[in-house]
């Protein structure tokens, strides 16, 4: 189990919130997903065999948040 | 999705030109230009400001969630099809412009935190074997390296200075501004900042391991950890939305009132209710963080607000901890030799008393210390090892008669006399006689007396100390600071069991402590508040954790704790009231779409303005 830190623009609706962890949880392959709002960062444990980090930070963008670094631990 | 993402990022242009364009129609009308012209603005600036909330409903419903965006989204175009030009172009204005200024606003309650993790260091001067200096992202410095920090630079890895000495502002860690010494063999953390001065520093953690990313990644956790209420409102609001607009698909078909209907879509949105409480939190949590006090999230401040009961442990929480040996009494004549081994079975351990002998035995000259073997921990009790054979024990006079070794009349009467002047009693013990007697002193903090005041003054009703020391000292502590209830001679289980009683009775208890041995009462309590210099475990098992360890935080956090709940009820009235208040209009008539949006975007910045006092919270 892998885990990823992305760090996006800043968020400013709750809303957006429940869109980002709807749309990261949705993918095959991701284990859970925390959206921090006031941190504007989303963690995800994920399988590395069936997902990788490219493909859950196109997920955040394609949402219509900027995804600015992501960290892989 | 370019055409997507182009349109919400200029989100803000567009409010800004839709407000111009709604200024420029109602300007026409008043100089009496003809209507067709001041609609035909209000179209453009219509069209122009649903695009990029139509984007978000878009984005939103394409993961299956409905959102605020779709309720204003369809009102818009219901207002649109029915000719409501002024309506529409008001409501898209006011929802855009609205959530420029919630972003603008959150911006700043946010900015405590934001400040913390702007400090982390970037880079690191590395060191080489050969003296030259390579820079390195600090996430890839490597354990061991030795990293070079100027007067003026950022230490960028926790680690120990192994040349130089400097003045370093360990501000971003205790939240306090002042300059502490550091030299050879002194441990410097991430974050600080070297005033004057130069170290070398050896690498023992870099990156996410060190203290300051912890305490970073712990607020901004923290932050988001919400309370039990919150969550309710979170999930309130999942349902919430569907609801509401279910409810105007009713209402339409049952009134066949369209405007009523669409009205219904955006007083429904949720705004203020949602976003009340968090952001409270948000300041509350970015305040203590900023002021040495790290709060672990919104269910700990609302916890922390109705404690009515704190206990203290004694050792390095009311007292200083930094205890010192006072006096040693030998009965045995290798007095050196007893008090290397005494050293050498201390070394192991960090319990202030051991470190104290440790710190005694340096003093002495003693630094050749025996090899120990089978070191054993009896927790509350003391140590036992074996050095060259014969088995050591060091600890309390309980120790020594449970391993049935008998004081003489002599030696019994040294402690008595220790413990009246309220001081520990350290025993030491070769095979089965007790060879050494050490009295060590600790002092109380210069702050405790009047922190324990102000807690007393701020509501708590009960004051309680704890202690595994004997009867006299804890007196002797007690009395100093003004706590009427000490429970002296307990064993860490016996500590527990006192904090059990407590709640057994309806109280709700916080518990401060430091050492190893107080993780138990940490976890039971119903907040356990951790002296920052304590060890990982405390303050991993804690759920407020003191960076300064002085008491005068804990009077902090009960304050702000209070101060932040009092907040968070404020603003769920505020959203509340709004509710209620938008219904009773639009019962009445009063209300319309416009108008209700705009009574929307005030109680949202209403609340955050409210919980932005938070960030200006000081104990008067």
Known sequence: MAKLVMQLDELSCPSCMQKIQAGVSQQTGVESVKVLFNASKVKAEYDALVTDPEQLTQVVTDLGYNVQSFKVK | ?620
Request: net charge negative.
């Open chain 2, 1 to 620: 999705m370019k055409l997507q993402r182009w349109i919400q990022s200029v989100k803000n242009q567009i409010a800004l030109i839709v407000g111009i364009l709604i200024a420029a129609a109602y300007g026409w009308q008043w100089l009496g230009g003809v209507p067709i012209v001041m609609r035909g603005l209000l179209l453009v600036a219509s069209i122009l400001g649903i695009a990029p909330i139509f984007v978000q409903a878009y984005q939103a419903l394409k993961v299956k969630v409905i959102s605020i965006d779709l309720l204003v989204t369809i009102a818009v175009i219901g207002a649109f099809i029915i000719g409501e030009f002024n309506e529409s172009a008001i409501v898209t204005f006011l929802f855009l412009f609205g959530s420029y200024l919630e972003q603008r606003t959150l911006r700043k309650t946010r900015e405590s935190i934001r400040s913390l993790s702007e400090m982390a260091p970037q880079t690191a001067q590395v060191l080489n074997v050969d003296g030259t200096i390579t820079e390195v992202a600090v996430d890839e410095v490597t354990i061991g390296a030795q990293i070079l920090v100027k007067a003026g630079a950022q230490v960028p890895v926790d680690g120990q200075v192994t040349r130089g000495r400097a003045y370093v502002n360990e501000a971003s860690i205790t939240g306090e501004a002042q300059l502490v010494a550091k030299e050879i063999g002194d441990a410097v953390y991430s974050g600080t900042l070297v005033d004057n001065g130069t170290l070398t520093v050896m690498a023992a953690k870099v990156g996410d391991d060190t203290t300051f990313a912890q305490i970073v990644e712990l607020v901004e956790e923290a932050q988001d950890s919400k309370s039990s209420a919150e969550k309710f409102i979170d999930r309130f609001a999942t349902y919430y939305t569907p609801a509401v607009l279910g409810l105007a698909v009713i209402i339409g078909l049952m009134t066949h009132d369209f405007k009523l209907a669409i009205t219904i879509l955006v007083l429904g949105c949720p705004g203020a209710l949602v976003i009340g409480a968090p952001v409270s939190i948000v300041a509350g949590i970015g305040n203590g963080a900023k002021n040495g006090v790290l709060i672990k999230g919104g269910e700990v401040v609302n916890t922390m607000a109705g404690i009515d009961t704190v206990v203290f442990d004694k050792t390095g929480t009311l007292t200083k901890g930094d205890t010192a040996v006072s006096h040693v009494k030998f009965y045995t004549p290798a007095q050196r030799e007893v008090l290397a081994r005494t050293a050498a079975v201390e070394a192991q351990s960090d319990h202030p008393l051991g470190k104290a002998i440790s710190r005694y035995a340096g003093e002495q000259g003693l630094h050749d210390l025996p090899t120990v073997t089978h070191i054993e921990t009896l927790k509350g009790l003391g140590v036992q090892a074996v050095i060259d054979g014969q088995t050591i024990r060091v600890g309390r006079a309980k120790l020594m008669t449970d391993a049935g070794l008998q004081l003489t009349d002599e030696q019994a009467a040294t402690v008595t006399k220790n413990q009246i002047a309220g001081q520990s009693t350290v025993l030491v013990a070769v095979e089965q006689q007790i060879v050494l007697i050490i009295g060590i002193a600790d002092t109380v903090k210069p702050e405790a007396k009047t922190a324990i005041a102000s807690l007393k003054k701020n509501g708590i009703k009960q004051l309680v100390m704890l202690t595994g020391d004997n009867e006299q000292a804890a007196n002797a502590i007690a009395h100093e600071v003004g706590i009427t209830e000490f429970h002296a001679n307990l064993l860490p289980a016996e500590k527990v069991d006192f904090i059990q009683d407590y709640q057994a009775q309806g109280q709700k208890v916080a518990f401060i402590g430091d050492g190893i041995n107080d993780s138990p009462a940490l976890a039971l309590a119903n907040i356990g508040i951790a002296m920052g210099s304590g060890t990982d475990v405390a303050i991993e098992t804690s759920d407020i954790v003191l960076m300064r360890s002085t008491l005068s935080e804990v009077v902090y956090a009960d304050y702000l704790a209070k101060a932040t709940a009092r907040n968070t009820v404020q603003n769920i009235v505020i959203a509340v009231g709004t509710v209620v208040l938008l219904l009773l209009g639009l019962i009445l008539g009063y209300v319309q779409m416009a108008s209700g949006m705009f009574v929307h975007e005030i109680s949202i910045l209403a609340v955050i303005f409210n919980a932005m006092r938070l960030m200006r919270f000081k104990i008067r």
